[in-house]
């Protein structure tokens, strides 16, 4: 939803302005062809909707690096499943970047701000538009003119009936003022402009967030008036009299203090000084050479085809770049994959990727290199899935599948992102793991993560102070993590044990700037509290400070039980200011279909 409205945004503005530099290189002055044009560009704007969504496209490069990419480029490969023969311990300065909602709550507000001004307008269009049909109807026809004691000034309404309407007095104008009327108001009728000004309250409705919309009812109501003056001095009318005409149907409409308000066109009009002036001095052009009219058609219609049909893609290069400029393959050139014989240290990671800031990695070059690590840590990895959706692959998966640790050394052509070595990596499971899966969208029972009192967070939770600076987890000595002022970590940058104020075995964690979403991934990991639902965050809160000291519900060798100490739960609202609430959400559930062990190199 959001790209649909930031690409009919994006067009209508490149529409709109290209059409208007078009008119002025070309020194297009005359309002009957100004009209033509704008009313064209009218029609492409109520079409954008349709065409964006459901028309045929070609590659136009005008949007900013998707945002979706930026984040995936953030997701570490790890082995964070607790298995069978390795406890659910919290390994210091360990954290995972959060499961993203499946609806944003921007994009639900944003739709319904939407449809609030979409309504409101509609509404008035369509009340205008009775009223209109009213005024036809309660109309008085003689002597072949219809006339109206509610109209201070001629109109002329009807979309696809156009009707002209005068006031009662108009028997008492002179002949030259009646026929000047008329032929103002005879002209709107031959041109149908009632209809296209109905169209351009309908684009304002539809459009009413972009100011193009509102600029071109204005525009297309002045240029119609204007067309319509031209064509009464034409015809061979005085300029003096028709200008007086104007001049005394603006006076009416002051004397009655009101126009009447209906979807039609009325004498005055808009920009009354202006029109009496170029009447007066004879300024309006009224014809236009045919090449600069071929020279203006091939244009705008080159430009808005260029605008409608053209596909807004990111500038930076796409999965379809990369894949063309590796023969369209999307996997490793060569590939080894090895179980690894080592039974020590099952936490190991011996990869060329460098790993920064946050867990994640810059991949360099086209080569894979990890050791060490189960199917189901490479799984999760090659599908992106969360700590949820890896728990349930696992639950489906074969024992040897959590046990058996694998080394994969792999290279691929060009210099592939993150997201290619995760497609190059599904392609590697498939062939080697036989490794099918597929994903089913299910609403399910999830936790919410909120601020219990809004506003107000917990004494042990605050937003990240920069005032204290940071050291490196290698800076800690390998030892109990040091603290600073609060009892916080001195370490940034992840989640850390920290020594237990009671002296019992309690667990006790905190972290520095950090994203609220750690803690949300570290309850999914069964490792805070025994949970099987899915938790999201909807906190609103960014990078955080926190401490929190509670008695496990999962034991481990490092903290037990402790019948006097808070649960997870209570700490969480007592000391971080925070609760879990249970609601429902759809969630995306992974389905193993097959899977076999590994054939040899």
Same mark, same amino acid.
Not at 86 to 91: E, M, S, V, Y
Not at 132 to 141: N, P, T
Not at 266 to 291: D, N, Q, V
Not at 382 to 405: C, G, H, M, N, Y
């Given at each position: ?192 402009? =009632? ?249 399910? =029972? ?139 959400? =759809? ?15």
């Amino acid at each position: 939803m959001t790209r649909l409205f930031l690409e009919c945004t994006i067009r209508a503005a490149l529409i709109v302005a290209g059409t208007a530099f078009v008119l002025y290189a070309l020194r297009v002055k005359v309002a009957a062809v100004k009209h033509r044009v704008w009313t064209g560009v009218l029609l492409l704007m109520l079409a954008l909707p349709l065409w964006t969504a459901w028309g045929p496209k070609a590659q136009f490069h005008l949007l900013p690096a998707s945002v979706e990419r930026a984040v995936t480029e953030t997701a570490p490969l790890t082995s964070s499943i607790p298995t069978n023969d390795t406890p659910a311990t919290l390994p210091p300065g360990e954290h995972r970047p959060a499961a993203q909602p499946m609806f944003s709550t921007f994009e639900e507000a944003l739709l319904g701000l939407y449809l609030f001004g979409v309504s409101v307008l509609l509404v008035r269009l369509a009340i205008g538009t009775a009223k209109a049909s009213r005024l036809v109807r309660e109309s008085v026809e003689s002597d072949g003119i219809r006339t109206n004691a509610r109209c201070a000034a001629p109109v002329t309404v009807g979309c696809l009936r156009p009707t002209v309407i005068l006031p009662e007095g108009w028997r008492e104008w002179r002949k030259e003022q009646l026929e000047t009327v008329l032929a103002h108001e005879r002209e709107h009728v031959r041109r149908r402009d =009632p209809l296209v000004q109905w169209l351009t309250l309908l684009n304002r409705a539809i459009f009413w967030f972009h100011p193009a919309a509102w600029w071109l009812e204005r525009e297309l109501s002045a240029l119609a008036e204007e067309s319509c003056d031209a064509a009464v001095i034409a015809q061979g009318h005085d300029p003096r009299d028709y200008a007086e005409a104007l001049m005394n149907m603006a006076r009416a409409v002051m004397k009655s203090g009101s126009r009447v308000n209906l979807i039609s066109m009325a004498m005055p009009g808009p920009c009354l000084p202006e029109r009496i002036r170029t009447i007066i001095e004879k300024r309006s052009i009224s014809r236009i050479s045919r090449t600069r009219i071929a020279c203006l058609t091939v244009a705008c219609i080159t430009l808005c085809s260029t605008f409608v049909a053209g596909m807004l893609t990111s500038a930076q290069s796409s999965d379809e770049d990369w894949e063309k400029a590796a023969g369209g393959k999307t996997s490793f050139d060569v590939a080894s994959v090895k179980q690894n014989p080592v039974t020590g240290n099952r936490d190991a990671v011996h990869s060329n990727i460098p790993l920064d800031e946050g867990d994640g990695f810059s991949p360099t070059g086209g080569l894979f290199s990890a050791a060490d690590f189960p199917l189901i840590a490479y799984t999760g990895f090659a599908f992106k899935l969360t700590i949820e959706q890896q728990l349930s692959v696992q639950s489906q998966l074969p024992k040897w599948a959590a046990t058996d640790r694998y080394d994969i050394e792999a290279r691929g052509a060009g210099n592939p992102t993150k997201d290619q070595f995760r497609l190059m990596m599904q392609a590697l499971l498939a062939d080697r793991f036989k490794l099918a899966v597929h994903f089913e969208n299910r609403k399910s =029972p999830i936790l919410a993560l909120v601020v219990d009192k809004p506003g107000t967070l917990g004494p042990q939770l605050r937003q990240h102070a920069t005032d204290v600076p940071c050291v490196s987890a290698t800076a800690s000595g390998g030892g109990p993590a040091a603290t600073v002022a609060g009892g916080f970590p001195q370490e940034c940058g992840g989640i850390v044990g920290l020594p237990s104020t009671t002296g019992g075995r309690i667990l006790r964690i905190g972290a520095r700037d950090v994203p609220i979403t750690a803690l949300t991934d570290l309850v999914s990991g069964k490792r805070l509290m025994s949970s099987d639902k899915p938790i999201v965050d909807r906190t609103g809160l960014g990078k955080v400070d926190f401490v929190i000291e509670f008695s496990p519900e999962v034991p481990s060798a490092d903290s037990e039980a402790d019948p006097n100490g808070p649960t997870f739960l209570e700490a969480l609202k007592n000391q971080l200011g925070l609760r879990m609430d249970s609601t429902t959400a =759809p969630v995306d559930f992974v389905v193993v279909d097959h899977v076999e062990e590994p054939t040899a190199n």
